[in-house]
């Protein structure tokens, strides 16, 4: 029995002194040691036969041996398993500086860096030292010695922020602008006006959640001169809700069509039909006004397709000074005749070809 147990503790010996440094060497030396355990177990169950000790015990010890191009670890007497050197250990530190922090500081020197009173002259690592003061670090991470500052105004009033503030309600939008047309007369816009439009909306309730709708008179001034395009804002006055900031209703001024004018910026245009005779031989002109005045304007020119008139100050008031006006340019659409009888073609043969 004792040959038996030498030999298998040589093997064991044996077996952890080619142990290769590739994989978990801790658990292979465990693996090792339950192995040969069963081994032992295995001949004191079989009566300490030392020949069935050595045919169980020489198959694990030479079929176990590691790659011959597995590095190998340095002898050692001990029959304990290897494990790899410390990285930190003196002897395997490459440089002399390196050697020197690990002298003063040890391994939490390498790993944690050098303190900051000790760092100058070794300016190859950096790390952090706690200072000591908690409430350094409570006022670096939040910027201030209240966290919730940002939460109030100076007056303490809860303030909307991009993430939904205490309550969770989120930052106020503002709906997109509300559109609508304003059809105006020449009329209304030469003298000017008042226009008054329902509107129904969504108003909030006291509990600032639920709505009701309800309309609204909006009351539109129209100032005489104003221009197509001219833009009227009334700000806020669209649906409101718990979230929102109400739509602004804009009203777009649209001039309506005139029988007997058409304008342009501050101008008004005028045509008038007038005979190829009128047009030939001198006529007058007559044009009611916006105003009901008629004026009669002379016509002493020939007057040919591309002929008109300007008739200053009968236009539209300007809306910077309505006291002044634009033109009044008249325009002539001539009429010919459908038909000429022979004496008339005689006529004018004469009147014009002579």
């Known amino acids: 029995m004792a040959a038996t147990l030498e030999i298998g503790f040589f093997c064991f010996q044996k077996r952890d002194k080619k142990t290769g440094v590739g994989g978990s060497l801790q658990a292979q030396c465990v693996k090792d040691l339950a192995l040969s355990l069963w081994w032992l177990w295995s001949l004191l169950r079989y009566q300490f036969n030392p020949w069935l000790g050595i045919f169980l015990f020489l198959p694990h010890a030479f079929f176990s041996a590691p790659h011959p191009s597995a590095s190998q670890p340095s002898s050692s007497p001990s029959p304990q398993c290897w494990t790899p050197p410390n990285p930190a250990s003196r002897r395997h530190i490459s440089t002399a500086v390196k050697r020197g922090i690990y002298d003063k500081f040890g391994e939490e020197g390498l790993k944690g860096g ?10 190859w690592t950096t790390g952090y030292v706690f200072h000591g003061n908690p409430e350094k670090v409570f006022h670096e991470f939040f910027g201030g010695d209240n966290p919730f500052n940002e939460f109030f105004d100076a007056e303490g009033n809860e303030v909307d922020l991009n993430f939904g ?22 009329e209304d ?38 221009r197509q ?4 804002t009334f700000e806020k006055e669209g649906d409101q809700g718990p979230n929102i900031i109400p739509a602004d209703i804009i009203f777009i001024v649209k001039e309506k069509l005139h029988p007997r004018f058409r304008r342009e910026n501050d101008d008004l245009f005028f045509v008038n039909a007038i005979p190829l005779g009128k047009a030939l031989t001198c006529c007058t002109v007559e ?10 304007i002379p016509i002493n020119d020939i007057v040919h397709p591309k002929y008109f008139k300007k008739v200053p100050g009968e236009g ?7 006291a002044r006006k634009g033109d009044l340019f008249i325009f002539f659409d001539i ?10 073609k005689q006529m004018l043969r004469q009147a014009l070809l002579t």
């Open 316 to 322: 539209m008031p300007l809306p910077e000074e309505p």
């Open 165 to 186: 503030g205490l309550r969770g309600r989120g930052v106020k939008k503002q709906d997109p602008p509300i559109e609508r047309d304003l059809y105006l007369s020449l």
């Open 114 to 123: 050098i303190p900051l009173e000790f760092g100058s002259q070794t300016p």
């Open 287 to 296: 044009v009611k006004t916006l105003d009901d005045r008629l004026l009669n």
């Open 189 to 226: 816009l030469f003298f000017g006006c008042t226009k008054k439009i329902k509107i129904s909306r969504r108003v909030l309730n006291e509990d600032g959640f639920s709505s009701t709708i309800k309309d609204k008179i909006l009351t539109i001034d129209v100032k005489p001169g104003w």
């Open 229 to 232: 395009g001219t833009r009227i």
């Open 335 to 344: 009429q010919f005749p459908t038909r000429l009888t022979p004496q008339k």
